[in-house]
């Protein structure tokens, strides 16, 4: 299965700096959480990204993009 891109890398690239999502007190990487989604046969593409949260400092919130019907027939 060719690489694909996640949010989390393109943002490293262009920005040098590593993206972690603070969730009391735990962090939390998108890149994991995007690389695990995309194993899925039914996800073409993931991004997650922290939201606020007023208790727990951020939240985890993933945008997933469906693979079309035709196209869902690869194997993880």
């Known amino acids: 299965m060719a690489r694909r891109r996640t949010l989390c ?3 490293s690239v262009r920005t ?3 993206c ?3 969730r009391g ?3 939390v990487y998108p890149r ?3 690389e695990v989604l995309i ?7 993931a991004a997650v990204v922290g939201v606020p949260h007023a208790t727990h400092g951020e939240d985890v919130e993933a945008f997933v993009i469906p693979c079309p019907a035709r ?3 690869r194997t993880s």
Do not use: D, K, L, Q
């Not at 194993?39 to 593409?45: H, I």
């Open 9 to 11: 890398r393109v943002m």
């Open 16 to 18: 040098g700096r590593r």
């Open 20 to 22: 972690a999502i603070i």
């Open 25 to 27: 007190g735990f962090n």
């Open 32 to 34: 994991e959480i995007e």
């Open 39 to 45: 194993t899925r046969p039914a996800v073409s593409m």
């Open 71 to 73: 196209t869902c027939a």
